[in-house]
């Protein structure tokens, strides 16, 4: 992979997450820890990131506003796209809800419905719902990797489970490569979460839409339904409805 490739990777990396450690950009871009922190030295120089032992930061993101409040750039769009779940899922359903930060906001906001049974691998999902008495929360088994679980044990586990509705964060989708996330881990868990389910939901942001991430879990139309917010390109719109996926956006929850 060339340099100006890990570049925006780890860029697109760190505007999401806001930090990251050298160990996981190694494993994730399969090159060596010089490697990246080469890349980081470079980025810091540019005024991108902050490095810190054995990491980074975004520049504009600081360990007290961490401790104090998650600061989330997309937060905005993020509750936009928990506002369309929330009415797309029923009081009862057992669903699941793989790892990402978008899925957090959509657990958050599900909290307030009844008696939901949710399966998920990403820990802060559970949380949410741990605090949560009149919902049920099942937390996967499995390799802890940051802040969800995955490998074998994991998608063993997932074969006792049967949902209603997965809801599916990925990192983007694209026209030519399909649907894509950030690491293999997470691609070979979606894959087979997938089997689980009756209705694959696939959430991503707008922005998202067009780029590329470093592995691809399937073709755009594993999914049933993508759920974004409103600044999706109309274009994309065109392209979903032409391979008969609803799509659900902000600005009209059942636009399709």
């Keep these: 992979m060339f340099a100006a490739e890990r570049i925006r ?46 990491g980074a930061i975004l520049k504009e993101y600081t360990e007290e506003e961490h401790a104090e409040e998650f600061v ?36 958050r906001k599900l909290t307030q419905k009844s008696n939901l049974t949710v399966l998920t691998n990403d820990m802060r999902v559970a949380m949410e719902f741990a605090n949560s008495p009149v919902n049920n ?25 049967s949902v209603k509705h997965l809801f599916v964060e990925v990192d983007a989708i694209n026209k ?20 689980s389910a009756e209705i694959v939901s696939v959430v991503c942001l707008a922005n998202c839409f067009g780029e590329k991430s470093l592995y691809r879990v399937g073709s755009v139309d594993l999914a049933d339904k993508i759920i974004t917010n409103s600044a999706l390109d109309d274009s994309y719109k065109d392209y979903l409805f032409g391979l008969n996926i609803q799509v659900y956006t902000s600005v009209d929850i059942y636009e399709e």
């Design 9 to 54: 990777i780890i860029k697109n990396y760190l505007l999401k997450e806001h930090k990251v450690s050298v160990a996981k950009l190694s494993e994730l871009l399969n090159v060596t820890e010089v490697t990246i922190r080469r890349d980081l030295e470079k980025l810091e120089k540019e005024g991108f990131l902050e490095r810190t032992h054995g």
């Design 137 to 161: 929360v099942i937390l996967l088994g499995g390799d802890v990797k940051e802040y969800a679980v995955y490998g074998q044990l994991a998608e063993n586990n997932m074969q006792y489970f």
């Design 72 to 107: 989330d750039i997309y937060k905005t769009q993020r509750q936009e796209i928990a506002e369309t779940v929330f009415h797309l899922v029923s009081d009862n359903d057992m669903i699941m809800i793989t790892e990402g930060l978008t899925n957090v906001y959509i657990a």
């Design 176 to 195: 030519q490569a399909g649907i894509m996330v950030s690491s293999i881990s997470k691609a070979s868990f979606i894959q087979k979460a997938i089997r």
